[in-house]
């Protein structure tokens, strides 16, 4: 009987040991496995982690601009809310608070090849960039590259010839007085208004696709947006400009506005300097900064000049302008220097002042005296290392066409170089009678026809040219 009860004893204890060998062993509670990864993650989240085995690559480097890959490994358990790189000529370990593309939020898979355009840069310059990515509980940043920038170039580029090439007409109403500005190799047309209606819309024009997406709207009910005339600015992929709204245009109660064409969203930044109108002023940015330089006012034009850091929305005044500049001059930058480009009082030459902000203090570049700013409608863009001023000429002497007029930046000529006149574009009746505003896109000039005219005088042409959308393709 013993026997019997030993050997049930010795079979029960040899079943159980079977059984434990074959149980899987416990998930610890809250940890997860993310797709593609042979190890679990636990419950705490940490700063997203960035590939820091391989650095960053780089193509399509050009005097001003480079192209960056990179890749993001995991989210660190929680979701990134922003991500891109982060880039700088003096720091070896930019961080996000120097410069930076944005390239939104993302949930992977993981790892996540990412690519951005690194714009705004000097030419023949080594720049320190890395991939960054941001969550909840902070920023990681990958390994360090470096990449140099190409030689600013020293010829004009082609001389402008060529012909005009119909594309995508734009959608909306047309209207005058909008911008376009470009933003990650796309046109967005902002804002603008007809003799009867004021817009507050946004659209965007993709020339790869060759057509246009309505983007939301601003929040304006009433509109000093884009009057007086505000010349947008673009930083780290996003459109600001200061403006405001009040019961007539010259009353602005103004900040600073921004467009986010990545995540389709405006925001209202902070107020603007006491007495600054933004009315007449010429802009530029140079690195994480905006300098306005001189504005409008009832009592004449202001010299004054403000920097504004975009980072912190904080306004800091500087040396005022110098030269015989007054509203309606136009500002641009280069090579960590800033350009307002003259109109100029009646009279007077036209000036180009080139500011230093090392320095603080603005130098006379340019003086030029010839066909006058009179019956110009000014509009600028970038070809290589130059800035190109188009002026639309009307009248029989200019054949109704446009006079682009070439500054090299590096270094910035005394005499600017009048290029060969470019015609409008053929409309139904041999040339448009109204506006064209251009804008460039890299290399690639585009035009869009605006309507200066009251609705009752427009003829069956006008009503056919009105909106529509050319490239120059140049020979």
């Not at 208004?193 to 983007?215: C, I, L, M, V």
């Not at 506005?257 to 300097?273: I, M, Q, R, T, Y």
């Not at 600054?276 to 530029?284: K, R, V």
């Not at 890299?442 to 026809?449: H, K, L, N, Q, S």
């Amino acid at each position: 009987m013993k026997q019997v009860l030993y050997l049930t004893l010795f079979v029960v204890v040899i079943f159980t040991l079977f059984q434990c060998k074959k149980s899987a062993d416990p998930v610890t509670p809250g940890s997860t496995t993310p797709p593609g990864s042979g190890t679990s993650v636990t419950g705490t989240s940490t700063a997203p982690l960035v590939n820091t085995a391989t650095a960053p690559t780089t193509s399509a480097v050009a005097s001003t601009s480079a192209t960056a890959s990179g890749v993001i490994s995991g989210n660190g358990g929680s979701a990134i809310s922003q991500h891109g790189f982060v880039y700088s000529k003096t720091s070896q370990t930019p961080t996000t608070a120097d410069s930076k593309t944005e390239l939104g939020a993302t949930s992977g898979p993981f790892p996540l090849t990412i690519t951005g355009k690194l714009t705004g840069l000097e030419a023949n310059t080594t720049y320190y960039l890395r991939a960054y990515a941001t969550n909840d509980k902070g920023t990681g940043y990958g390994t360090v590259a470096q990449v140099k920038t190409a030689a600013a170039t020293t010829s004009v580029p082609g001389e402008l010839s060529g012909t005009w090439v119909e594309r995508a007409k734009f959608p909306a109403n047309p209207r005058n007085d909008f911008w376009l500005v470009a933003v990650n190799d796309k046109v967005y047309l902002l804002g603008g208004y007809s003799a009867t209606q004021r817009f507050y819309d946004a659209w965007e024009y993709d020339p790869a696709g060759n057509r246009w997406t309505e983007k939301a709207k601003t929040a304006f009910t009433q509109s000093a947006i884009f009057f007086p005339p505000i010349r947008p600015l673009v930083a780290n992929g996003k459109i600001f400009f200061p403006a405001g709204v009040g019961p007539t245009p010259a009353d602005v109660k103004a900040n600073v506005h921004e467009f986010d064409p990545v995540a389709n969203k405006w925001s209202v930044k902070g107020a603007l300097p006491a007495g600054f109108d933004p009315g007449g002023t010429a802009a530029f940015v140079i690195g994480d900064k905006a300098y306005f330089a001189g504005h409008s006012s009832s009592t004449g034009f202001v010299k004054k000049v403000w920097e504004y850091t975009i980072s912190s929305d904080k306004w800091t005044q500087k040396s005022d302008l110098t030269g015989p500049l007054q509203g309606g001059s136009i500002g641009a930058a280069t090579n960590g220097k800033g350009l307002v480009i003259g109109a100029s009082e009646t009279g007077q030459p036209i000036s180009t002042l080139s500011y230093d902000p090392a320095t603080d203090k603005w130098t006379s570049v340019s003086t030029r005296d010839y066909l006058g700013a009179g019956g110009s409608s000014k509009s600028l863009g970038f070809s290589s290392d130059r800035i190109v001023e188009y002026n639309t000429w009307t009248g029989q002497q200019y054949r109704d066409g446009v006079m682009p007029i070439v500054l090299t930046l590096d270094p910035l000529k005394v005499t600017p170089q009048l290029t060969n006149l470019l015609p409008y574009p053929k409309a139904c009746d041999a040339y448009p009678r109204s506006g064209l505003n251009m804008v460039h896109v890299g290399d690639r000039i585009f035009a869009v026809i605006s309507n200066t005219k009251e609705v009752a005088n427009l003829t069956a042409c006008d009503k056919e040219e009105m909106g529509k959308l050319y490239e120059f393709v140049k020979k």
